[in-house]
């Protein structure tokens, strides 16, 4: 069977090379001159950071794709965990080190606070065992249908009660809910509008831990684009999918500007906006814009010049910060991320200094990129799609659309925000096309 995947990034990779491993003739098509999407590198001066994120979740997903498309991670690439998810600095002052993988470890971080903190957050985060296990058998792992779905599902799905109203009600301390509520908000959600198994995501840190790929997730782009050469993908980069064609109903190729790409399946793994064909179905959606980002480059050696902070450091209030640690240098030299989401009134590293870390006599270099030049960059939002209320979950278009032969994968297709979530959008497309020899 002919499939061409429209997309790059890694929801588009994972689905081709789970494709091709099935026996399906694939081709990429994608608009940039590379693929990786938000897994690329941005460099400068000597100076390399991660252009989209630093650490994952649920490191089965990312094993998972790599063992049915070839070769194990582990001949690849390293992917470890970290002993500290973050440090969360709060406004009064007080600030915690939220570790991985340990319900026991988060207790006693969050009673350093203040005595009976730590039970209200594995509290919270022990209610979300239930859900995610539903969530994961039946929408992660399983194309959804409403007429099969379990009614428990159905009731999660249609639940009213938004993740700020059960943060309200559930953690009396105002900065359990920041810690709770800080990745939605860095995604660009109002907590006002997102529903309440969307915040699942400290379960998973709790349980799971967070991990990366030691010198950056870009490893992870180039080693998927590997894989597609080991599978035989058909790649066109610098190829930018202008429509679908549909004859008698069914999609029979792809329209680029210079020539129609025939295709027996289509897996649309990008903005389904940007394709006409597609944009009626989901013209009441709006994408989660990315925060504003400035990668500088210092000199300086941390703990002596520069400040000594953790991989991630989330400094809380409007605009909220966060500061990544984690990029390559010259020596003698150290490369941060800093991301802001909010009022954003000034200048970010001097918005960064009022929280007591200046850095701005250490600058060697910096590259800035507003929300627009990101989504220019990589073609669409590596957010996916913005929650519009506690039931919008229904909004998502995927794995299947009403087009026949159309799938879609990659952060639109899901309600999951991140990598592993794109990776689970991809094994569902391969699971609804299944092995070419199986179908016409």
Do not use: N
Not at 112 to 127: E, F, I, K
Not at 159 to 167: G, P, Q, W
Not at 256 to 275: H, K, M, Q
């Amino acid at each position: 069977m002919r499939v061409v995947v429209v997309g790059g990034g890694f929801g588009g990779m994972a689905a081709a090379a789970r494709l091709a491993r099935l026996g399906h003739e694939v081709t990429l098509l994608e608009r940039a001159d590379h693929l990786g999407g938000a897994l690329t590198t941005v460099e400068q001066d000597g100076f390399a950071w991660d252009a989209g994120p630093t650490t994952t979740l649920l490191p089965a997903v990312v094993r998972d794709l790599f063992r049915k498309s070839g070769r194990p991670l582990e001949r690849e690439l390293d992917l470890v965990p970290l002993d500290l998810v973050r440090e969360h600095r709060f406004a009064d002052g007080t600030s915690v080190r939220l570790p991985g993988g340990s319900r026991a470890a988060q207790l006693e971080a969050f009673d350093s606070l203040a005595a009976g903190l730590g039970t209200q957050w594995v509290d919270h985060v022990a209610s979300y065992g239930e859900p995610w296990e539903l969530l994961r058998k039946e929408w992660f792992e399983r194309p959804y249908d409403a007429d099969v779905a379990p009614r428990e599902l159905a009731a999660l799905l249609g639940r009213r009660e938004s993740l700020h109203k059960r943060l309200r009600r559930g953690l009396r301390d105002e900065r359990l809910r920041l810690v709770a509520g800080h990745r939605l908000v860095m995604d660009g959600h109002d907590l006002r509008q997102v529903p309440v198994f969307a915040g699942v995501d400290v379960y998973l840190e709790q349980r799971f831990g967070t991990w990366t790929v030691p010198g950056g997730l870009a490893l992870l782009g180039a080693a998927m684009a590997d894989r597609l050469a080991l599978r035989g993908v058909t790649v066109a980069t610098g190829t930018e999918a202008s429509d679908l064609v549909v004859r008698d109903g069914r999609v029979v190729a792809v329209r680029t500007p210079e020539a129609e790409v025939d295709a027996d399946r289509v897996v649309v793994a990008i903005d389904p906006r940007r394709l006409p064909t597609l944009a009626p179905y989901v013209a009441r959606t709006l994408p989660a814009f990315p925060p504003v980002v400035c990668h500088v480059g210092l000199h300086g050696t941390p703990g002596s010049e520069l400040p000594d902070l953790p991989h991630e450091v989330v400094l809380h209030g409007d605009p909220l910060l966060v500061v990544r640690t984690g990029g390559r240098a010259p020596e003698g030299g150290a490369a941060w991320t800093v991301l802001a989401r909010g009022r954003i009134s000034e200048d970010v590293l001097t918005a960064l200094a009022r929280h007591r870390i200046d850095v701005r006599k250490h600058v060697v270099t910096r590259v800035d990129r507003t929300p627009r030049d990101l989504v220019e960059a990589w073609g669409g939002s590596p957010h996916g799609m913005l929650w519009q209320g506690p039931r919008s979950a229904g909004t998502r278009l995927g794995p299947r659309t009403p087009v026949a032969g159309v799938l879609t994968a990659g952060a639109h297709a899901t309600t999951g925000s991140g990598l592993p979530f794109a990776g689970l959008s991809a094994a569902l497309v391969a699971d609804v096309l299944g092995r070419a020899r199986d179908r016409s």
